[in-house]
């Protein structure tokens, strides 16, 4: 049965009018503070920024975890660049469930590595929201 879906390109961006919920519980707080002070929505784009050593990488585990329970239905999109092995372990650990998919290169593979995997994970995304579901990507890192 042949699909009717529009391809990625030609399909329509719109506002942010639903909101991805990440409070939890009492903890983590953070994940209630970005609820109420930088509330997210789909159909945005975010952009985490701090210097080495803050917690941005444990700020985005909590952001997948948060979609995970509140947004079970959603895929996640996991794309670790060139990150320590024990890392990407932790996220494997610590973040699981039947819509999440991880990518991700260690610091010690070739460069061209990296973007091969944020690649394959764009082109998977694309394919899934062509078929009308809501998709996350979370990368970590930029720099």
Same mark, same amino acid.
């Given at each position: 049965?042949?699909?009717?879906?529009?391809?990625f390109? =030609?399909?329509?961006?719109?506002h942010?009018?639903r909101?991805?919920?990440?409070?939890?519980?009492?903890?983590?707080?953070?994940t209630?503070l970005?609820?109420?002070?930088?509330?997210l929505?789909?159909g /945005?784009?975010? !952009?985490?920024?701090?210097?080495? $050593?803050?917690?941005?990488?444990?700020?985005l585990?909590q952001?997948?975890?948060?979609? /995970? =329970?509140?947004h079970?239905?959603?895929?996640l999109?996991?794309?670790?660049? +060139?990150e320590?092995?024990?890392?990407?372990t932790?996220?494997?650990?610590?973040? $699981?469930?039947?819509?999440? =998919?991880?990518?991700? @290169?260690?610091?010690?593979?070739? @460069?061209?590595?990296?973007?091969?995997?944020?690649? $394959?994970?764009l082109?998977?995304?694309?394919?899934q929201?062509? $078929?009308g =579901? +809501?998709?996350?990507? !979370? !990368? +970590?890192?930029?720099?």
């Open positions: 049965m042949a699909s009717t879906r529009t391809p390109e =030609k399909l329509t961006a719109i942010p009018n909101r991805i919920i990440l409070e939890t519980g009492p903890t983590p707080i953070s209630r970005m609820d109420l002070f930088v509330p929505g789909f /945005q784009r975010a !952009l985490v920024v701090a210097p080495p $050593q803050a917690g941005k990488t444990t700020i585990r952001i997948a975890n948060a979609i /995970q =329970k509140n079970p239905e959603t895929s999109f996991l794309c670790l660049v +060139d320590r092995p024990e890392e990407v932790e996220w494997r650990m610590e973040v $699981q469930g039947p819509n999440v =998919k991880l990518y991700a @290169s260690s610091f010690d593979q070739e @460069s061209a590595r990296h973007g091969r995997i944020v690649e $394959q994970a082109v998977e995304a694309k394919r929201a062509e $078929q =579901k +809501d998709v996350v990507i !979370l !990368l +970590d890192s930029l720099t």
